[in-house]
């Protein structure tokens, strides 16, 4: 079992920065990757960023060149950087960790609101 729990989000103007924190616990030494997905009202899930163990990362490309996501292992943190954000960013943000042993497996946070207005 892993667990994850997330911090960071808030209300933020337009252009403005904010950054996502997700510490994990638990079985920890099984996850493959972290990552982010976001999800506005009306809207489905979808991949925002993601992290392998080795460092390898993946973004949408709404979000390329504006977000950055890092990963301390010696704090079994995730984190999701965002810069230059926009109004359409603003959805509900849950962290994910990926297990690939003992068998496929997505763990999830509970969601942190970001919203970005004026």
């Known amino acids: 079992q892993v667990q994850l729990v997330e911090s960071g989000g808030g209300l933020v103007q337009p252009g403005g920065s904010l950054r996502l924190s997700c510490v994990a616990s638990?079985?920890?030494?099984?996850?493959?990757?972290m990552g982010w997905y976001r999800q506005a009202p009306g809207k489905q899930r979808e991949l925002v960023a993601t992290?392998?163990?080795?460092?390898?990362?993946k973004y949408a490309d709404a979000v390329k060149g504006r977000f950055a996501i890092s990963r301390d292992d010696a704090k079994n943190t995730a984190y999701l950087q965002m810069n230059s954000l926009k109004p359409e960013d603003t959805a509900v943000y849950y962290c994910?960790?990926?297990?690939?042993?003992?068998?496929?497996?997505?763990?999830w946070g509970q969601g942190t609101q970001v919203t970005v207005s004026s």
């Open positions: 638990g079985s920890i030494d099984s996850i493959y990757s």
């Open positions: 994910n960790a990926f297990q690939v042993a003992p068998r496929p497996y997505d763990y």
């Open positions: 992290i392998t163990g080795g460092g390898s990362t």
